[in-house]
């Protein structure tokens, strides 16, 4: 062990060299770019037309609401949103910050073949800025986790983030998980083949379902087909898949339902249902649909040579992915597993009700004798790392004590694979500037420039009681090297797109 141990320090210390990542994941969420939140940037949703309600479901709160209101236009509205919010200043400012990682949440929508004009209302267009600020983050050398974050039908009842504010989600049914498996195939596909999507090293399959497992019927059979299909489609383009032969010939444009055929004749159990095989199915047109719309020529030889997926994608699943999200008896998002794979912890005291009592004493009691992350590697869910977390509090918090809110959540969540703050930004004339904003954080001195760095290392130490057990689980500390190797290839890179 200690011998392992050893040679893994060694490996990352090479890597590390090579100009690898670390191996801790400092992060945040690129939140309200291609899933607008309107309370993150009231002044700017109202100029584009929408406006501000208690119950999101009563007015223009949401970008469904706001693309129903103006269909004629709402594609321009949405254009001037995705150059502005985020941009290369971001991009040289999360550098500065010693970001590695950020989270980038999507919705199902930005799939555009996969809405229902009819019954549906969301804008076009979003995919070009998905893919130029891919580039940008890679030039940048920050990786990048894709996340399904709004799901088909909506996953959860009254929150913008699900892109349509109603009280009845319907996400789980088979419908919607069908649709979801096809969003799952087309972004595996780009991820692997559009250089601009190089840094992508994780997809997650849902961001926040409902917590009530009662109510996520299905949850669990979705999870495993997630996690086929994802690896079917690595497999039809030529990548070594975990426990699947090697398909004949190489990949092409022509030659991808002859494969699929040939994959289908492969019997390995259980792999091929059928949500797996129609997702497959409807993904290569809707595939080619999406590479129009980018103007993009799929170089299919961009997978030669490429490592076994192994050190290529992991997969996180249901949000709080990991399975301390979910009450009821939920599935575990570890029985899906096929080849790497991640978990995703939330932790909002602000919003979960129960956590602490509202005062600063009881936040930091609560946080530093938490163990989350040894319950999770319990189950299985390891890697876990924290997708999302903020500064905010039930309670109104002065700024000493949101030095030691930010110290201690960085303190306890970088013994998971590490953190990714919700969110970069927030409206500068904000309220929820200060406590949501990775950059307003920053400027005020809650978050240290250096994110491994903390004000007061000892911040937790007159809170934790003395049979907390610190020295808990070392092998959860570390994010398995390989995970993060796809974020430093580049071999792609210096070739021109097109078809080779
Ligand atoms: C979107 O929300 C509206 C209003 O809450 C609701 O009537 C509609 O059914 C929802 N549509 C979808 C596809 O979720
Ligand atoms: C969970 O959902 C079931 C089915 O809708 C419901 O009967 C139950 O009361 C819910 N549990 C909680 C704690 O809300
Ligand atoms: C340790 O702290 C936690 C969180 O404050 C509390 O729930 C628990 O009862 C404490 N345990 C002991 C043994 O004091
Ligand atoms: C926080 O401060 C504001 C402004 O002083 C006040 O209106 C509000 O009631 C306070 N909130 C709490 C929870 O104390
Ligand atoms: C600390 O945790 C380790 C590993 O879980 C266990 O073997 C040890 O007994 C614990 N020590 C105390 C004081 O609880």
């Not at 002044?43 to 501000?52: A, I, S, V």
């Not at 997809?203 to 019927?217: D, F, G, L, S």
């Not at 020529?297 to 999200?325: N, Y």
């Not at 939330?346 to 004798?369: I, K, M, T």
């Amino acid at each position: 062990m200690q011998l392992l141990l050893l040679s893994l320090s060694f490996l990352t210390f090479l890597r590390i060299t090579r100009g690898a990542p670390p191996s801790k994941i400092y992060g945040v969420n690129l939140g309200s770019w291609l899933v607008l939140e309107p309370w993150m940037l009231p002044n700017e949703w109202e100029t584009m037309g929408g406006e501000q309600c208690g119950d999101c479901s009563t007015c223009i709160a949401s970008e469904f609401a706001l693309a129903a209101a103006y269909p004629d236009d709402v594609d321009e509205r949405f254009a001037v949103h995705w150059s502005t919010w985020f941009t290369q200043d971001d991009v040289n400012n999360l550098k500065d910050a010693g970001i590695n990682t950020v989270r980038l949440p999507l919705g199902y929508w930005i799939v555009e073949p996969l809405v229902n004009r009819i019954t549906e209302h969301y804008p076009r267009g979003g995919i070009k800025y998905l893919a130029k600020g891919l580039d940008m983050l890679r030039e940048a050398g920050i990786q990048v986790i894709l996340d399904h974050h709004a799901l088909p039908g909506v996953q959860v009842a009254n929150q913008m983030f699900t892109g349509n504010c109603t009280s009845t989600p319907q996400f789980y049914t088979d419908y919607n998980y069908g649709r979801a498996l096809i969003w799952t195939a087309v972004m595996t596909f780009i991820s692997h083949l559009h250089p601009q999507f190089d840094s992508v090293f994780s997809i997650e399959a849902v961001n926040e379902p409902i917590m009530n497992a009662t109510q996520t019927p299905g949850l669990g059979d979705f999870q495993k087909n997630f996690v086929r299909t994802v690896r079917a489609v690595e497999w039809l383009i030529g990548v070594d898949v975990p426990g699947c032969p090697s398909l004949e010939g190489t990949p092409n444009a022509e030659n991808l339902d002859e494969r699929l055929t040939q994959a289908f004749a492969v019997d390995i159990p259980g792999h091929f249902t059928a949500p797996v095989i129609e997702a497959l199915k409807t993904s290569f047109p809707t595939l080619l649909y999406i590479a129009q719309e980018l103007e993009w020529m799929i170089d299919f030889t961009a997978c030669e040579g490429r490592q076994p997926i192994t050190t290529k994608l992991v997969f996180t699943f249901s949000h709080f992915m990991d399975i301390l999200w979910q009450y009821n008896d939920p599935p575990n998002p570890s029985d899906a597993a096929i080849g790497p794979q991640a978990y995703d912890h939330h932790l909002y005291y602000r919003l979960v009700r129960g956590v602490a009592a509202a005062n600063p004493e009881a936040y930091l009691e609560n946080l530093c004798n938490r163990n989350d992350i040894q319950r999770d590697v319990a189950a299985g869910n390891i890697p876990v790392w924290y997708g999302e977390f903020s500064l905010a509090t039930q309670f109104n918090a002065t700024d000493e004590f949101l030095r030691k809110w930010a110290d201690a959540q960085k303190l306890m969540y970088i013994q998971s694979a590490g953190w990714l703050f919700w969110s970069f930004k927030i409206e500068k004339t904000s309220p929820y500037a200060r406590q949501w904003s990775y950059f307003e954080g920053l400027e005020r001195g809650y978050l240290t420039q250096d994110p491994s760095q903390l004000h007061d290392p000892d911040v937790c130490a007159p809170y934790r009681n003395t049979s907390m057990n610190s020295t808990a689980s070392k092998r959860d500390n570390t994010i398995p090297p390989d995970l993060l190797r796809r974020a430093v290839r580049s071999h792609k890179l210096s070739k021109p797109v097109g078809i080779h």
